[in-house]
Every structure is written in structure tokens, then in C-alpha cells.
């Protein structure tokens, strides 16, 4: 009985709030990153930000280099090399730079993209000249002998049959950008093919190292409890003393040539369920309009509030998960939307409320309350999304490298998203949005083939 | 501790004399140097906090954090996948499911628009001991995102519409997971080692269970369990302290306490040797488990076990990556962990490799079970393993959510408070004596659970040729996680044993 009187207080309170309760506006801001940027002699650049809340130190450092200048006949390649990185230079043996940092209670790892390969490690603030010291040996002395790059190879496939292979859905990515392009190198996804994987050469090693790891193609952020000063003569005394190097990097990527007309294809996989994609080219990151793109992606798929989720998941059960968004990338990407069809419902149903609820954003401007809800969720990504040193650090490496070194767009971007306005959001829809512009795919269950 | 840095490179530089490098670095002239030593140590705290009890029984902590503008709500409730009631397997599992899509003042929409709006986020789970609610706000949504925990941990509706809609969701779901092997390991290997013990069960339950799940069940599970009393509040961010009292106390101050059922004392089985294969022609990998009963988060071995199979197969020592990984190339990933519960826990390694390696693989993961009980650990290898884990404190108290995570495993486990300040004292307490012990009393390699996804046909000739006698073969489409056999009891199999309550 008790417990029934305190639910019906409880009720009474709840609606109360529920009355005053309108979405406010983002009245809530995330609090600037003092960075500073520096460039050495030898070209390296560097952003330092601190945070002396807790003594520990984040370090990452961003290779403008990922799967896209990978050469034809050699894809999945800049991974590969990513995981030599750690098999040994001049003065550290093979995965001795990942046990020494562990050895400190710290953590390690690297990833590698379309567009960046990035290495990090956090250690305790005292190690921070180990970690410098360990960047710059494998940035001036990479050493790899057949034994441990024919292991690695062996270790990569592994990874590729656990990532891609053996999962239902794995390859699903794979199959959406090999469809959706035509020359560009994103066209091939990160992880690269078997065949190719087998045929990486070392020499193919010597040549990627040479042209891509040197200090004019990197950037390092370190976020975290360290003296500024301090800091800068490590880095100097460590990274600095890397040579530079005298040639040039080509950018000279196939450029994709304008979609014409709609594609659309069929394939089968051994996957449980259908799947439906739906794809538009779109432009790149830092373009303005790349902005209200990524408003649209909120629009459609952040939240059990937005579109997707609500047509195609809540409302009509047509999928048993969707979700929609912009890739926006360094190049021009894909912004793509994905249902995994029910049990019972037919792949077109899932389709057509997948393109219906793109269409609705090139018809109908957004409405003021998802906007704001957009624009709330916004500044909740920014600020969450920049607790942890490394956070911080991704945000800084992300707008030298990507954004041309402009270090203001870290948190500059934050007032493009606020001042994103209903129309603009329409106006990209228009210009994206398009029947000849898109890609659909249907997957069905059954034998893999082509 | 420093030791640890040095002591590789020296073998390095003997190595080097033997080494034919391939590939000289871009620097030929690059000087020989040993790793920089580390500057002065700074002071490890673990960061204020204030634990509370409110009268009706409610476990509040909080912690003021201001670097940025957010708070966070984490809620567990000591009740999970452990509670669900004989043969209802996934009731634990759709209650959190359902908490947030309806309650008796907000239907499932209007939970999702007044989180989404506010520029929130709202979670809710199980896990094996535990259900979790999770609410993150800006600071100026406090208590609109206190009343929504509130609301949805207190009030849920689990209307009939709902829960149809989300068996749907969870019935397909499976199905998808029934085809990833990384899943199908994982229940069967629980299944093995905890027998029909609850936390043998998978917690999304069985398409079966699923199905026959009532609204009954829901609210009767809810009502046992969710109760002040039985739950922890942690409170994380930009606020003051009385800020989070006074609105704990205005959400949650007037729920009532009640009795709380304790469970009846099941015992896990005893360790068996069993080596279940589930069959899936296509997979290009097998998918690997091993490992066995261990103890519960309170038992005074813990540090001990911990470290033991830390060094087996975790961060700072890993003897399974270095005969796996490193020295064969066998795998992308192999690991072994000590998970430890509130009323038992086990052992687990686990990995993938390509078929044609499966036994290889499986006899060096054996081996090393076995000469962690023979050899115990040595004197270098427990300093790595000691020196990560208090090098590593400070980095597991970096954002808010991670120091209220650190309370609330204190809090949940019923450990003394006084443990989070003297983590290091008791890392650096266990000897290797201590180790050889543990690893002789837990470690039993002849009575090892082991399961194997993938397709059986490409390596059960060479589990033969590595020792493996034994061996029970289930078809993936056949498997049954409640009958004895793992083999669904409609087959024609006089071996079929009928299903267990």
C-alpha cells in the first residue's frame, strides 16, 4: 500500500514536469581547448593541451596516410604496415614498444583508416620521455626482417577472417563501398583483400615507410599533466632529431566521377536476415556542406526519437535494427542508410521507408523540435566526447591533419552546428538526396555469390 | 618497477647481432640509445567522493568532477540474469529492456523524445549479478534526467503492446546471434562450466524462452527487486554535493523499501573435462574457449587468482599472446580473464584461428593451463604483471566514469571502502609463493570446459592427433542451451537427455 501512495505522488510530480518541459536550447557549452601548436625543423607538428586533473599523459600520432593511397594490387597495406610498426626498430626489439609501455601500467595501440594511421599510448605523467623516445625510434629505424613480416601478414589475415569472414554482417561494409564506387580508393575498405594481402612485398614495406612515415606527414598531440616547457624540449630532443625528408607525398587520388543514374543491385550472402542499403555520394569533410549533412544524419538516426528508428523499427517492426548517416571523410563519401529486415517483412517495404524518410528531408524542412533536439544532442557529443585525454587528443590531431592545420575548427565547428539553420538542412538534402545520385543494395540470404 | 623498462632492451641489444634487417630505418646514421629515464612520479589519489545511505535503504555516492559541464547517473540494481526464475530465461533482460519504453506517466515515445531533446542519453542493461539504468545530462538537465531515472526505474508500464514489440526485436536478434560465432562460444562455454547453476544461462534467454515470456513475469520480476534498498546510485559531474542530494532525495526519497528475496545457495559443478564442437560448415575460423570454475569477487584469493591469470593471458605479462601471437602468428587476438561474480566466477581463455590451425592451437593453449599449475610464475614476470596493474591505477580514475565506476564495484561487491586508497599495497602483497598456491588449488588442466565453433569437418582429425579423445559434436542448427547434451531434445538421439528445470 505504501508503495502504491508514493507512485501516485509520483505521478502527479512527473506530470507537473512534463507540462513546464519544452526542449531549451543548447545553453550549455563545452569549454574551449587552450592547444598549442608548434612545428619542428624536420616538418613534425605538434599540439600540446593540459589537463593536470589526473598525472597520466596521452600521446597520439596521426600519419596522414590510410587505405586510400594504398596502390592498386596492394590493398589492406597501410594496416599491414601499421602492425610492423610495432615489430622493431633500431633500439626496440619486436613488441618490445608495446611491453614497455604495459610495463608502466600504460596502454597502447594504433588504428589505421581511410585516411589516417594513428598510434597512441597513455602511460602514468612520468613516462612521457619513454613514449617520445619509442615514437621516435620507430620513426627514424623501422627494422623488419622476413620472419616477422611473414608473421604479422599471418596475424593480419587472422584478423580479417575474425573482423570480416566469420561474422554475419562482416563484410557488409565491403560490399556497400564496392558497389557505390567506381575508380576512388575508397572503393576498397580498410582491412584489403586476401590476394593482395599476399602479395605485400618488403620492398613494398621500404617504399611506404620511406614516402609516408617521416616527419612532415606526421602530427603528434599530447594531452595531459606535463610542464608545457618541458614537454617541447622532449619532443625536440626525441622526435626533433628524426631527418627530414626530401620527397614529395602525391595526393593525386582518382577523383570519383559524378553518379548519373540510380544503381541498383542484388547479391546473396550466408547472413541470417536481408539487409537493405541505401547510399548517396556526398562531399567532404570541412565542406559547409558537410554540416547540415551531419545535422541530417542526427535527424534521421541518434536516438530512440529520431526517424529511422521510429518508421522503420518502432512503428512498423520492418527492421530489426536501422540507422542512417554521412561518412564524411577527407575525399567525398557515402552517407548510407541500413535495415536489417524482420523475419517476415519483404526488403522493398524496408527500402522504400528507408529512401521515404530521405525524400521527406529533401520535402519538408526540419522541424524546429528536432532541430533542437539535434543541436542539443550536438553539444552533448562535444562535451562528452571530450572527458578523456585521449578524446581531447583525437579532436586536436582531427583538425590539423584533416582540416588543413586549422586547430580552430576543434571547437570552432561547435557555432556552425548551433547556426545550422531548417533550410540549409533542406537545401543539402536537395543537392544529395537524389534518385541518380543513389545506390541500393539488396542483400538476401543464401550462397555468396557475386 | 623501473626494471621493467630497461631489462627488454638489453636482450635487444644482443639481439641485434643476430638480426638480418631488411629494412633499414630512413635514418642510417639513427644513434644506438636505451630508454630515457622517467621524471620525478607524481602523487596518485583517488579523488574525493562522499557514499550516502538514504533512509529507505538507498546507496548514493557522489562525485564532483567540473572539467566539463555533463553529470552522470549510473544506477545498478542487485538483481540480474542470476534472478531470472527456473526455466524463464531473458525475464531479467527484457525488464531493462522495458523500463525505458513506457512508464505509467510517459509512454515509450515520450521517454525517448524528453531524453533525445534534452540532448541526453538514457541506457538500461543486465548483467549476470546486476540490472544498470544509465542516465548522462547536461548540467542544467539534472532534474529533468534525475525524474527520468526516477520514472522509468520506478514506473515502468510493461504494456502487453511493448513487450510484443521488443520479444520481436530480441527473437530476430537472436536469431542473428546464432549465426556469430563469438556469441555461440560464449553461452555454450558458460553453459559448460556452470552446468544449470543461473549463471548458466544466457541472458537474452532462448527463442523459446523468449516467446513465453508474460507481462506477469515482468512486473513480478520488478516487483521483487527493484527496490531502494537493493539498489546503488552513483551521481558523477559538474554539480555540488547538495546539488545531488537534494535531487536524489526529490526523485527517490519517497520509495519505499521492502523485503528482498534472497536467493537459494546453489553450488556451481565441480571442474569436468568436456570439449563441446559446435559444427558451422561455413566459418573460416574457429572460435576457441577454455577454462574452468573459479572463485567470487569477495574471496581472499582474488588478487592472487587475478594476477595468476593475468600473467596466463592478460596486460603486462600474456604468455598465451607471446606462444600464439608473437612467436606463431596463430591468431589476431587471445586473452584470459578471472571473472569474478558475487556468488562464484571462472577462468576463461578465449581466441579465434584459421580451422586448419585449431588443434595446434588448442594444444599450446592446454599446455600453458598446465604449466601455469606445474611452474607457477616467476619473479620477472610477477613484477610485469604488478607493475601494469599499479602503474595502471591512475589511468582507470581519468574521467568521471571511470572513478564512479571504481565506487561502484566497491559498493556493489560489499568490499571495504578503504580498498579503493590501497589498491597498490594490496597488488604489491602477492608473492609468487602465493601464485604457485592459487594456481595449484583453482588451476585443474585435466578437468578443463572447452568449446569450439567453426567447421568441424577441417579439424576434428587433428584434435585426435593432439590428445583429444573426446570430443561431443553439435550441429549449429541443433543446438539447445537447456538439455545436458546441447542438442535439442525433438531430435531422434537416444543420447539425448530430457530438458532440466
Redesign the interface.
Known amino acids: 500500500m505504501r508503495a502504491f501512495r508514493a507512485t501516485l505522488r509520483g505521478v502527479l510530480a512527473v506530470s507537473c514536469l512534463l507540462a513546464l518541459f519544452v526542449p531549451a536550447s543548447a545553453a550549455v557549452r563545452p569549454p574551449k581547448m587552450n592547444a598549442e601548436v608548434a612545428t619542428l625543423p624536420n616538418g613534425l607538428t605538434i599540439v600540446l593541451l593540459e589537463d593536470h586533473s589526473t598525472p597520466i599523459v596521452h600521446a597520439q600520432i596521426w600519419y596522414h596516410v590510410g587505405s586510400k593511397d594504398e596502390r592498386p594490387g596492394r590493398t589492406g597495406f597501410a594496416h599491414l604496415f601499421e602492425h610492423l610498426m610495432f615489430q622493431g626498430s633500431k633500439n626496440v626489439q619486436p613488441d618490445a614498444h608495446s611491453s614497455m609501455i604495459s610495463g608502466v601500467g600504460g596502454r597502447v595501440n594504433a588504428y589505421t583508416t581511410d585516411d589516417v594511421t594513428v598510434f597512441w599510448e597513455t602511460v602514468p605523467a612520468q613516462y612521457l620521455p619513454l613514449i617520445l623516445w619509442l615514437e621516435a625510434d620507430r620513426m627514424a629505424s623501422l627494422r623488419i626482417d622476413t620472419h616477422t613480416f611473414e608473421r604479422e601478414r599471418q596475424v593480419v589475415k587472422e584478423e580479417r577472417r575474425m573482423r570480416v569472414d566469420n561474422q554475419p554482417y562482416g563484410s557488409l561494409p565491403e560490399v556497400i563501398y564496392d558497389q557505390a564506387f567506381t575508380v576512388h580508393p575508397y572503393k576498397h575498405t580498410t582491412i584489403g583483400s586476401m590476394a593482395d594481402l599476399d602479395a605485400a612485398s618488403v620492398e613494398d614495406v621500404r617504399d611506404f615507410y620511406r614516402t609516408f612515415y617521416v616527419p612532415g606527414n606526421a602530427t603528434i598531440a599530447l594531452v595531459g599533466d606535463f610542464d608545457p616547457k618541458q614537454a617541447m624540449a622532449l619532443m625536440t630532443r626525441y622526435l626533433g632529431a628524426v631527418p627530414g625528408s626530401e620527397r614529395t607525398i602525391s595526393r593525386d587520388h582518382p577523383k570519383e566521377p559524378e553518379q548519373k543514374q540510380e544503381r541498383r543491385v542484388s547479391l546473396t550472402r550466408n547472413w541470417p536476415l536481408p539487409v537493405v542499403v541505401v547510399a548517396y555520394h556526398v562531399t567532404f569533410d570541412g565542406h559547409p556542406d558537410s554540416y547540415p549533412l551531419r545535422i541530417a544524419s542526427k535527424v534521421l538516426s541518434d536516438g530512440q526519437s529520431s526517424r529511422i528508428y521510429r518508421a522503420l523499427v518502432y512503428d512498423r517492426g520492418l527492421a530489426l535494427t536501422a540507422f542512417g548517416g554521412g561518412n564524411i571523410l577527407e575525399h567525398p563519401n557515402l552517407f548510407f542508410a541500413v535495415a536489417i529486415v524482420q523475419p517476415g517483412r519483404s526488403p522493398e517495404e524496408a527500402e522504400k521507408a528507408l529512401i521515404a524518410e530521405l525524400d521527406r528531408l529533401r520535402n519538408q524542412p526540419v522541424t524546429e523540435h528536432d532541430l533542437q533536439r539535434v543541436k542539443n544532442q550536438f553539444a552533448r557529443d562535444y562535451i562528452i566526447g571530450r572527458e578523456s585525454n585521449q578524446q581531447k587528443a583525437m579532436q586536436l590531431a582531427h583538425a590539423i591533419v584533416i582540416h588543413q592545420g586549422d586547430l580552430s575548427t576543434a571547437d570552432g565547428e561547435f557555432d556552425i552546428f548551433m547556426n545550422t539553420t531548417a533550410a540549409d538542412v533542406q537545401r543539402v538534402a536537395r543537392t544529395y538526396f537524389t534518385p541518380q545520385n543513389r545506390t541500393v543494395l539488396t542483400i538476401l540470404p543464401g550462397q555468396a555469390q557475386q | ?1 623501473h626494471t ?2 630497461f631489462r ?2 638489453l ?2 641489444s644482443l ?2 647481432w643476430l ?9 642510417a646514421k ?1 644513434p ?13 589519489k583517488f579523488p574525493p567522493y562522499e557514499a550516502k545511505t538514504l533512509p529507505n535503504g538507498m546507496t548514493v555516492a557522489v562525485v564532483v568532477h567540473n ?4 553529470v552522470s547517473l549510473r544506477m545498478i540494481l542487485r538483481a540480474g540474469v542470476a534472478q531470472d526464475p527456473a526455466g524463464k530465461f531473458g525475464v531479467a533482460s527484457m525488464v531493462a529492456t522495458l523500463l ?1 519504453q513506457g ?4 509512454t ?14 538514457l541506457e538500461t542493461g543486465v548483467g549476470r549479478d546486476l540490472s544498470y539504468a544509465n542516465v ?1 545530462i ?3 538537465g539534472l ?2 534526467g534525475m ?1 527520468l531515472l ?2 522509468v526505474v ?2 515502468p508500464a510493461f504494456a502487453q503492446e511493448e513487450l510484443d ?1 521488443q520479444r ?2 530480441v527473437v ?2 537472436l ?2 546471434s ?5 556469441y555461440v562460444a560464449s553461452v555454450v562455454f558458460d553453459r559448460l562450466v556452470y552446468g544449470f547453476h543461473p549463471y548458466g544461462f544466457p541472458g537474452n534467454g532462448t527463442p523459446a524462452s523468449v516467446e513465453k515470456l508474460t507481462r506477469d513475469d515482468l512486473v513480478e520480476f520488478h516487483r521483487r527487486y527493484y527496490a531502494p534498498n537493493n539498489c546503488i546510485l552513483a551521481v558523477v559531474g559538474d554539480l555540488t554535493i547538495d546539488e545531488a542530494m537534494a535531487a536524489v532525495t526529490g526523485a527517490f526519497g ?3 523499501r ?1 523485503e528482498i528475496p534472497v536467493d537459494p545457495a546453489v553450488e556451481p559443478p565441480k571442474p569436468t573435462q568436456r570439449v563441446v564442437v559446435v559444427d558451422k560448415p ?4 574457429t ?1 576457441i574457449r577454455m577454462g574452468q570454475i573459479g572463485i567470487p569477487r569477495k574471496d581472499d584469493d582474488y588478487m592472487a587468482v587475478d594476477l595468476a591469470i593475468r600473467i596466463l593471458g592478460g ?2 605479462a600474456n604468455r598465451l599472446h607471446r606462444v600464439l ?2 612467436e ?6 587471445v586473452s584470459a580473464d578471472a571473472e569474478t561474480l558475487k556468488r562464484s566466477g571462472e577462468f576463461e581463455a578465449q581466441t ?3 580451422s586448419e590451425a585449431t588443434g595446434e592451437v588448442l594444444r599450446l593453449m592446454v599446455d600453458e593451463f598446465s604449466r601455469l599449475r606445474r611452474d607457477g610464475v616467476n619473479d620477472g614476470e610477477l613484477a ?1 604483471a604488478k ?9 582507470t ?5 571511470d572513478i564512479a565506476t571504481q565506487i561502484l564495484n566497491v559498493l556493489f561487491y560489499d568490499l571495504p571502502i578503504k580498498e579503493l586508497q590501497t589498491f597498490r599495497q594490496r597488488v604489491n602483497a602477492v608473492s609468487v609463493d602465493d601464485i604457485a598456491r592459487v594456481a595449484v588449488r583453482y588451476v585443474q588442466p585435466d578437468r578443463l570446459s572447452i568449446v569450439l565453433v567453426g567447421n568441424s569437418a577441417a579439424f576434428l582429425d587433428q584434435l585426435k592427433r593432439v590428445g583429444f579423445k573426446r570430443v561431443e559434436v553439435v550441429r549449429l542448427s541443433d543446438l539447445d542451451l537447456t538439455t545436458v547434451d546441447f542438442k535439442r531434445k525433438d531430435l531422434a538421439d537416444g543420447r539425448t537427455i530430457a530438458r532440466q528445470p
Open positions: 618497477m621493467r623498462v627488454p632492451v636482450a635487444a639481439v641485434a638480426w638480418p634487417s631488411l629494412l633499414s630505418g630512413q635514418a639513427w644506438s640509445s636505451s630508454p630515457p629515464r622517467p621524471l620525478a612520479a607524481r602523487e596518485v572539467e566539463q559541464p555533463a525505458d512508464t505509467t506517466t510517459r515509450a515515445q515520450q521517454v525517448a523524445d524528453t531524453i533525445d531533446s534534452a540532448g541526453g542519453d548522462t547536461m548540467k542544467d532534474g529533468l525524474n526516477a520514472d520506478r514506473r514489440r520481436q526485436q530476430a536478434a536469431r542473428v546464432y549465426q556469430d560465432p563469438v519517497d520509495w519505499a521492502q561455413d566459418a573460416v575460423q572460435e596486460e603486462g601471437r608473437t606463431r602468428g596463430l591468431t589476431y587476438g579465434n584461428t584459421r610485469d607493475a601494469y596493474l599499479t602503474g595502471n591505477f591512475p589511468l580514475i581519468e574521467t568521471p566514469n
